[in-house]
Nanobody
Framework: QVQLVESGGGLVQPGGSLRLSCVAS????????MGWYRQAPGKERELVAR???????NYADSVKGRFTISRDNAKNTVYLQMNSLKPEDTAVYYC????????????WGKGTLVTVSS
């Protein structure tokens, strides 16, 4: 069974930084793309950033230039460095991975809350 566990969320002031981490564990044969999504209260879940196994990245327009996604394949870990945080970045951030076990499927973490407030 595959598990994704996020960490690094918390309360930060506007303009501050946070680094989220997500570790995938279980009987994993390989990981294709990994990504971060977020869901703010009353809004739908949206893609924040995504990185492929070849390290190709894409970002939501709202976070370009402020957030950086990276991955450590040896550790089955994906990171999200968030700088210049704004109140509108407040949301629950979810990790997603397209993971190969006996088959290939999308897996989700339970989320970590990021609150940007003074």
């Amino acid at each position: 069974q595959v598990q994704l566990v996020e960490s690094g969320g918390g309360l930060v002031q506007p303009g501050g930084s946070l680094r989220l981490s997500c570790v995938a564990s279980g009987r994993i044969f390989g990981i294709n793309a990994m990504g971060w999504y977020r869901q703010a209260p009353g809004k739908e879940r949206e893609l924040v950033a995504r990185v492929t196994s070849a390290a190709s990245t894409n970002y939501a327009d709202s976070v370009k230039g402020r957030f950086t996604i990276s991955r450590d394949n040896a550790k089955n870990t994906v990171y999200l460095q968030m700088n210049s945080l704004k109140p509108e970045d407040t949301a629950v951030y979810y990790c997603n991975g397209n993971i190969r076990t006996l088959y290939t499927a999308d897996y989700w973490g339970k989320g970590t809350l990021v609150t940007v407030s003074s």
